[in-house]
């Protein structure tokens, strides 16, 4: 029926490389439909799902791609479709996502955080545990990190806690280095030997094993400390040894995008009255 099939081999950077060259130029289309993609974290695809289904998405078609550690929500519209009913759709969705929405049409964690420092003139430093420099290296591989990113350290024993940061040891010894005040204290620290804007703290049990009944396989504490003071999170995240270390990854930098726009909100109001 006319239908052009084109194989391509498998090697990734092959096909990638023969797909632009060759077959991409081929993909002309007239009345092109138009992607918006909203990136959210910390819901799972079946509850996006349920939030955004009663909801009037017009000609819009719904799609989503799970990728630890984020869901991205597709909306595919016709090419007819104007401007302002996209708007109007996108608005719709955004408003029962909330704060699990972190981006529209837009980068990744890394990408929407080294993007909102940059535009504040603001600098970033962390104390990584159980990620053992994830972040850090999350975040410089954006273009233009080095403009944000200060300092990463991996202070993965209880020892370099004490010596590289000046956690105090009688705190780690109350209350294990897996801890509120552990992870609060990992974060002020970092952000005051690096002298930056921002300090993010995390440590935890990424597993399989080491946990136990208070502390199980998965628990991990964050903190983000910045202008306005510290703010801490707990979770139980679940996985394997790798999906707890990407999840929190994520969770830490979605909460410095929380309290980047937070910091920003409150400035904004200050300045108004």
């Known amino acids: 029926g006319g239908t052009t099939v084109h194989c391509l081999p498998g090697v990734p950077m092959e096909m990638r490389h023969m797909f632009a060259e060759w077959i991409r130029p081929q993909l002309v289309s007239e009345a092109p439909p138009v ?19 009663p909801l009037d998405l017009g000609d819009a078609v719904l799609g989503f791609r799970a990728h630890i550690p ?18 109007a759709v996108v608005s719709r969705v955004a408003a029962v996502l909330g704060p699990a929405l972190y981006c529209i049409d837009g980068g990744d964690l890394a990408e929407t955080v080294v993007e909102a420092l940059a535009a504040r003139g603001q ?16 975040l410089a591989n954006v273009p233009g990190a080095s403009a944000v990113l200060m300092n990463g350290m991996v202070t993965y024993s209880n020892a370099s806690k004490v010596n590289l940061l000046g ?32 300090g993010l703290g995390i440590t935890g049990i990424a597993g399989p094993g080491g946990g136990s009944t208070e502390k199980p396989v998965g628990t991990v504490h964050l903190a983000v400390a910045g202008p306005t003071g510290t703010v801490h999170r707990h979770a139980v995240v679940p996985g394997d040894r790798t999906q707890v270390r990407q999840r929190s990854a994520g ?6 995008c929380d309290a980047v726009a937070a910091t920003s909100s409150d400035r904004m109001r200050a300045e108004v009255d």
């Open 70 to 87: 984020e869901v991205q929500i597709k909306l595919r519209f016709p090419h007819a479709s104007g401007p302002a009913e996209r708007t």
């Open 35 to 53: 992607l918006v993609r909203m990136r959210t974290f910390g819901v799972a695809e079946s509850r996006l799902q349920a939030m955004i289904g």
């Open 123 to 138: 600098t970033v430093s962390l104390a990584e545990s159980c990620t053992a420099g994830m972040i850090s290296s999350w």
């Open 251 to 256: 969770a830490l930098l979605h909460m410095l």
């Open 167 to 198: 956690v105090d040891e009688a705190l780690i010894a109350e209350h294990g280095a897996v801890s509120e005040p552990v992870a609060r204290a990992m974060a002020e620290r970092v952000r005051a030997v690096s002298n930056t804007d921002w």
